[in-house]
């Protein structure tokens, strides 16, 4: 029987970001949630999601009741599951590193994007699940729109949030605060 664990949202600028489970055979899947807290301060710096992370994958395999000796997990190659590799090494768990594509992967981003738009209201038609260059920047203008309330949702831990786009979100925020004046005067 086989497990798969794919990830959404570790590496987007916003938001929670999601591990999920699919057990093949029956088509269960579940979703645990990292927040965003994780990945920022002293969290980042501290690898919190990381460890995290190995929690999660033992609750959810918990729940889908693997069995190490019947079952292999199928584990995204993602950086995010470094440490659950070393878990699954020292436990004698039998896995493989895979391109997670398809159902899980769909169902995981999914939920990633459900995330963004219910409960952080990025309207954007432009937000999709693929993940990459054009949903950093849906996500990056969401935040500028709002810059010092939206800040929040940022993952600020990442290095080039701090050395180069909090300052250009801000220079951003203060442009679009112009332009609406300058309309209000119209």
Known sequence: ???????????????????????????????????????????????KPFEEVVNLVKEGLNELKFQKDVDIVHLCRGNIFDQVRNYFLEEGINYEDA???????????????????????????????????KRFFVLFNWVCYDFFRRERFVKSGFKKWNSVWRERGIEKYNKIKRERKEKKKI
């Open 1 to 47: 029987m086989t497990i798969e664990i794919d990830d959404a949202g570790t590496g987007d600028l916003v938001g929670d970001a999601f591990i999920g489970f699919l057990r093949k055979q029956t088509g269960e899947f579940i979703f645990k949630t990292l927040s965003v807290d994780l990945f920022k301060g002293e969290n980042w710096k501290n690898k």
């Open 99 to 133: 391109i997670v594509e398809g159902q899980l992967q769909d169902a995981v981003e999914g939920r990633l994007i459900k995330h963004l738009r219910e409960d952080l209201n990025v309207r954007s038609r432009n937000l999709t699940v693929k993940s990459g260059a």
